[in-house]
């Protein structure tokens, strides 16, 4: 029996030529970044959330791995470091495999620099006022010969949104 030769005949592995494009293109699209920017609250959590904000992924030689940077302020700081594990198994699991090796917490002061102020309030959904007595008098009217009693009370409030988004200025 003859053995089989380990050789690769000048050939390479394809992850390996297309590893720095494929990472170029990715981050040049957002595509490692924005489920974490834009989903950061549903990720961490609001007590996490109210306390930090991813900043940047940057990527090591390897391309295995991820350092995700966190600002937070410095009272916030050593509370949010003894929590990296936490956060990085929350992150991870969103992305389905350890896209983030280590995370790099840091510190910038609430007020006084200008280019380290970051709010960490979230902002409130904003609330509904009630519709005026006009407008729902209008959806009312618009929908009374409509036999179906909740088909009715649905499009009322369908009309009401509509009529009242048609008197915004």
């Known amino acids: 029996m003859s053995k ?11 992850s390996n030529l297309l590893q ?34 991813p900043v940047d992924i940057s990527y ?19 509370l949010l ?3 990296r594990e936490e956060l990085r198994t929350k992150i991870n699991a969103v992305y389905g495999y350890n896209a983030i090796a280590r995370i790099r917490v840091t510190q910038t002061a609430k007020t006084g620099f200008a280019e ?14 009630a519709p005026s007595p006009e407008t729902v008098a209008k959806a009312q009217t618009a929908t009374h010969d409509v036999a179906d009693d909740g088909l009715r009370a649905a499009l009322e409030r369908l009309a009401t949104n509509v009529i009242s988004k048609g008197n915004r200025i």
């Open 20 to 53: 720095k494009q494929v990472r170029a293109a990715s981050e040049s699209r957002g595509f490692a970044q924005s489920r974490v920017l834009t989903h950061w609250e549903e990720i961490v959590g609001t007590d996490i959330a109210a306390m930090s904000r």
């Open 60 to 78: 090591g030689r390897g391309g295995f791995g991820a350092t995700l940077s966190v600002l937070t302020n410095g009272a916030n700081a050593p």
């Open 81 to 83: 470091q003894m929590k």
């Open 116 to 129: 380290g102020q970051v709010d960490f309030t979230h902002r409130k959904k904003a609330e509904r006022m």
């Open 4 to 14: 089989r030769k380990t050789t690769t005949y000048g050939f390479a592995r394809t």
